[in-house]
């Protein structure tokens, strides 16, 4: 079976801090790994995916993910916190056997000023 | 092109009365998702096509729950005798579909449920 668990349901940081956002997964086989980032009354868009290649995933508005194996982790990072960064997350796993996704339960950031 | 659509944005109902939710995927997309959102929570799988095959009905959670596609294009969520525990924002998503090629999923904007 395959899921994802984000610890902690809300992240505060200051501008310009260092953000760190918490996905680990349980998979029985190779999993590929996504971020979302939902804007308020927004649908989701997607931040940035791991499908087997580089560990560490660039990702849009300087979000980047490194996929550790050992730790079958896959945590959202990014050096400076903006204002404009507020909102949800989700850490998605999809197998290579489906479509199927499952999705996080989210993590809601608020950046402060 | 243009992205996933969703109407109504909102939909404001009774309880018991029966509701169809739209979802317009991108053009090619041959999978279809539907998700359920309540207030302060992930996401919950509903419903899966993708493209003539039977859909993956796993996620419905009771027979008030039905989907309709036709076939690579639109879909209707209907939800009959709805109960206020319906009340969520129901998201619709669409991917290109190609099994093995691990294609991200394009989200619409959702609709926003409330049953009184």
């Known amino acids: 079976a395959q899921s994802v668990t984000q610890l902690g349901s809300h992240v505060s940081v200051s501008e310009g801090a260092l953000v760190l956002l918490r996905c680990n997964y349980s998979?029985?086989?190779?999993?590929?790994l996504f971020w979302y980032v939902q804007y308020p009354n927004q649908g989701l868009q997607l931040l940035l995916k791991?499908?087997?290649?580089?560990?560490l995933v660039k990702g849009i508005n300087g979000f980047e993910a490194e996929f550790k194996k050992s730790e079958t982790s896959f945590h959202l990072t990014k050096p400076s916190a903006h204002m404009s960064d507020a909102a949800e997350y989700f850490c998605?796993?999809?197998?290579?056997?489906?479509?199927?996704?499952?999705f996080g339960t989210g993590t809601s950031l608020t950046v402060i000023p | 092109g243009a992205g996933v659509s969703q109407s109504p944005s909102n939909k404001v109902t009774e309880k018991g009365k029966d509701v169809e939710l739209r979802c317009d995927p991108i053009?090619?997309?041959?999978?279809l998702y539907w998700y359920r959102q309540r207030l302060g929570q992930g996401l919950e799988f509903l419903i899966y096509?993708?493209?003539?095959?039977?859909?993956?009905k796993s996620g419905l959670p009771s027979d008030r729950f039905s989907a309709e596609r036709t076939g690579e294009s639109v879909s209707t969520l209907t939800i009959q005798r709805t109960q206020q525990e319906d009340s969520a924002v129901y998201l619709c998503?669409?991917?290109?579909?190609?099994?093995?090629?691990?294609?991200?999923?394009?989200f619409g904007p959702g609709t926003r449920l409330t049953v009184l």
């Open positions: 791991y499908t087997s290649a580089a560990t």
């Open positions: 096509f993708q493209g003539n095959s039977a859909p993956d």
């Open positions: 053009s090619g997309h041959t999978a």
């Open positions: 998979s029985s086989v190779p999993p590929y």
């Open positions: 998503a669409s991917s290109p579909g190609l099994v093995g090629s691990y294609n991200e999923q394009f």
């Open positions: 998605a796993v999809i197998t290579n056997t489906g479509n199927q996704f499952y």
